[in-house]
């Protein structure tokens, strides 16, 4: 690389623009750089340095097989990349890059990640444009990767979910204008093919029908060249890792039809179909579009990231000679660092209490529905939440070795690899689409040996009749349908397996807390003592409750009738209650010892029975027991009873204690059911059922079941649960029922229904029209009008879901 003069060994080929970026060369200056033994003029250092980098590294292809320029070249050594080396070196780690446009794009960024020394793999999701890296933290760093992008031509971050929102709704909007233009050419298309087809021979002249040719070709042009890229370029990706997919078929589809009808109008003899070409393309895209937004529907957690753990925190630098507090990122936080954790947060990360006394709420880590009483000593888990008073909290461990981190990192290890079915479904659709190319290479070739001037037509004829139905449409838009149906019951299917494995599932295993139960503490029962009223009763309780934020106080505050009963002089007794005074008189409420130590009476009542018991009481007299436990939700015995009908077998799975989780079995009528769970033990309870030849659905809706939900064949998360869990299951029950679950459950059976009639009309619609096309008696005019018939049954049978 050098500037100005040129080597006596090159050739000089004359450009316009950069052969890198493509931007206008400077006039009087510029660099250059062979490739391929051609020298190559670039626009500025930064493109001749990464065209160099690119030769250098082996992958001079990357610009015979590229369709775009490359993005414009910043500063390889600029500054700000090392301030991505502040975070700790994990050795593994996102990134979301920019400017991908195509199948060798991704081959080049990978293959040129792969060369950094102490990278030990990288994957790039062509449709996500995220970028998995693991590499060795005493080899490389962050700076590393990122350079390494940026010397190709690729600006590149540290996954952020925030610009990746972005990133995905701009392919949304990408592929909205591509189904706009196709729309648009097919319905113009159709204005000029609509008169050809029915004028009867002599009354249209051939002048005017060659103007109605060329009018269509203009405005297919749209649909072929832009609309019907995604196609092209899934074929071309596809082709290239030497797995011929759905969009194989597909693109040569298309291609055909459209080359075919082009000559023949440049001919002026033979048929055009460029009204079946956009209306193939619109079909396809429409289909894909109706997923793309249930799956973003979903997806827009993601934008936000909701964790538990909280984005700051407190930090007292100075304590304990200083009390004076400073809000950091959550994330800075190191070991030895103390924070002040207050009323209604959650702790930033994994420490032990130094000073103060709380009750904290830990449902999102372990599943248990009741508080923990916690003190000086006590280890806090990160994402746990203070529910009573200011606690002072010592950093034990980084936020990224907390617990809910650890739980993140389960989650993302019970979703690697592909389930067997999966796999087996590629293998026979990339030998479906194989043996339908070999076909066709079979026609084509017979027929230039029988009649030369048939070969093509017959070939046209055979893609062209076997492209949309069962390769295309059968599935997608049953499935497209059904989405849209469950989302209007309240169902949202992430994932497009969903209903496949929700209708073969075997097993449904329930979380207790939140899932089977309402996830919160309810009122079961109210009980007076010595004739007062139990109205009364609950006022007074919730006044003492007014500036309360324990769950139980929710509770009560939740029962009690409007009042306007205050109280004053509130003392909170941790783990024992709170006491006040309302209209001068002094009332206590919590444990009975508490309460008994003011009453100085004997307990009235037994006190016994599932969940918490809380007690009224004021000088000499007991007033009321309020007895509170998570309630059940009014229609999960019915959810319960509806799936054991339908023969699958219900288990019940729960992070509580063993003798919670079967009193709640024996009401629901739940034969298998296991307490004590850990996210590990749930884990390995299910991977045991799968190990069983069980097809296991999970519904759950906590952080800790995240991973169990990940790791199910197919899972729902309660629309209410934590966003963790959300994010990895395969479904989102969007309001607070579960009758909206079984509703899934039968629209599932009838999706499979409706997939297997499509597919056995498209089998016999296939066995009847490939021999026709094969052997020339169906002419590509009539495949065309098949392929346009055979699409709208389809569909017309697949909308019948949404009713």
């Keep these: 690389m050098r500037d100005g003069s040129l080597p006596d060994s090159a050739p000089v080929v004359v450009q316009d623009g950069c052969f890198h970026c493509g931007l206008p060369l400077p006039p009087l200056r510029h660099w250059r750089t062979t490739v391929g033994g051609v020298e190559r003029a670039m626009c500025c250092p930064g493109c001749a340095a990464a065209a160099q980098t690119i030769v250098d590294a082996g992958c001079g292809d990357f610009y015979e097989t590229r369709d775009g320029y490359g993005a414009t070249v910043e500063s390889l050594d600029a500054p700000e990349l090392a301030l991505f080396d502040n975070a700790d070196n994990t050795g593994e780690g996102g990134f979301t890059v ?77 592929l909205f204008r591509q189904l706009f233009v196709a729309g648009l050419s097919m319905m113009q298309v159709m204005m000029y093919a609509v008169p050809v087809y029915m004028a009867s021979d002599g009354t249209m002249d051939a002048d005017m029908a060659a103007l109605m040719g060329w009018a269509s070709l203009l405005l297919t042009l749209p649909a072929v060249c832009y609309s019907a890229l995604p196609f092209f370029l899934g074929a071309w990706r596809d082709l290239r890792r030497g797995l011929p997919g759905m969009d194989v078929p597909v693109a040569l589809g298309i291609a055909a039809a459209f080359v075919g009808s082009t000559a023949a109008l440049v001919k002026g003899r033979g048929e055009v179909y460029f009204d079946s070409i956009t209306m193939f393309v619109f079909l396809l895209l429409a289909s894909r579009y109706l997923e793309l937004l249930a799956r973003r529907r979903a997806a827009g957690a993601l934008e936000a990231l909701q964790q538990g753990m909280p984005a700051s925190s407190l930090r007292m630098p100075g304590y304990p ?170 169902v949202l299917a992430v994932s497009p397996h969903t209903l496949e494995t929700l209708e073969r599932a075997t097993h449904v295993v329930f979380d207790k807390t939140g899932t089977l139960t309402l996830g919160r503490p309810v009122l079961r029962a109210t009980r007076t003592v010595g004739g007062v009223d139990a109205d009364r009763a609950l006022a007074l309780a919730a006044a003492l409750e007014a500036g309360s934020a324990h769950p139980l106080a929710l509770a009560i505050r939740a029962a009690a009738p409007a009042g306007t009963l205050q109280a004053h002089g509130i003392d909170y007794t941790v783990g024992q209650g709170l006491e006040g005074d309302i209209d001068g008189v002094r009332y206590r409420l919590g444990s009975a010892a508490f309460v008994a130590a003011l009453t100085a009476r004997d307990l009235p009542l037994v006190d016994e029975g599932e969940g918490s018991a809380v007690w009224l009481g004021t000088a000499g007299a007991w007033l009321a027991r309020f007895d509170i436990a998570d309630g059940l939700r009014p229609e999960a015995l019915e959810v319960v009873r509806r799936f054991e009908a339908a023969g699958k077998t219900v288990v019940l799975l729960s992070g509580d204690d063993a003798r919670t989780v079967e009193a709640v079995a024996g009401q629901l009528g739940v034969k298998v059911a296991a307490g004590g769970q850990l996210p590990e033990q749930k884990l390995d309870f299910v991977r045991r059922l799968q190990g069983e030849g069980a097809v296991v659905a999970m519904v759950g809706d906590g952080i800790n079941d995240a991973a169990v939900l990940r790791g199910a064949d197919v899972s729902f998360a309660m629309g209410g649960g934590a966003a963790l869990a959300q994010l990895h299951a395969d479904g989102v029950l969007l309001g607070d029922s579960l009758l909206p679950l079984v509703d899934a459950a039968a629209t599932a059976r009838r999706t499979l229904r409706i997939i297997r009639q499509n597919l056995a009309w498209a089998s016999v619609y296939n066995l009847a029209a490939i021999p026709l096309a094969a052997t020339g008696l169906l002419n590509p005019w009539l495949s065309g009008i098949g392929m346009a018939a055979s699409s709208a049954i389809v569909v017309l049978n697949a909308l019948r879901l949404r009713k």
């Design 98 to 174: 920019e400017g991908i446009r195509c199948a060798a794009c991704v081959w080049l960024i990978e293959r040129r990640i792969q060369a950094v020394p102490g990278v030990r793999e990288a994957l790039l999701n062509v449709s996500t444009e995220r970028l998995q890296v693991r590499w060795d933290p005493a080899q490389c760093k962050v700076s590393d990767i990122l350079r390494a992008l940026r010397a190709i031509g690729y600006t590149a971050y540290p996954y952020d979910a925030k610009r990746h929102g972005e990133q995905l709704e701009r392919a949304r909007r990408r």
């Design 321 to 490: 000679d200083n009390r004076a507090t400073e809000l950091v990122a959550a994330g800075s936080l190191q070991p030895g660092d103390v924070v002040l954790v207050a009323p209604g947060q959650a702790a930033p990360a994994d420490g032990v209490i130094v000073e103060g006394e709380t009750e904290a709420d830990l449902s999102l880590l372990s599943g248990e529905s009741r508080t923990r009483r916690m003190g000086p000593g006590d280890a806090l888990p990160g994402g746990a939440v203070n529910v009573a008073q200011a606690v002072v909290l010592r950093v034990g461990a980084a936020a990224r070795d907390s617990t809910l981190a650890l739980l993140v990192r389960l989650v993302e290890k019970a979703g690697q690899g592909k389930p067997a079915l999966a796999l087996w479904a590629d293998r026979v659709a990339a030998w479906s689409v194989a043996a339908l190319l070999v076909l066709t290479v079979i026609v084509f070739a017979s027929w230039q040996m029988i009649d030369p001037a048939r070969a093509w037509p017959a070939a046209i004829a055979v893609l062209v009749v076997t492209c949309p139905c069962a390769l295309s449409l059968a599935t997608p838009t049953a499935l497209a349908a059904a989405t849209d149906r469950l989302l209007r019951r309240g």
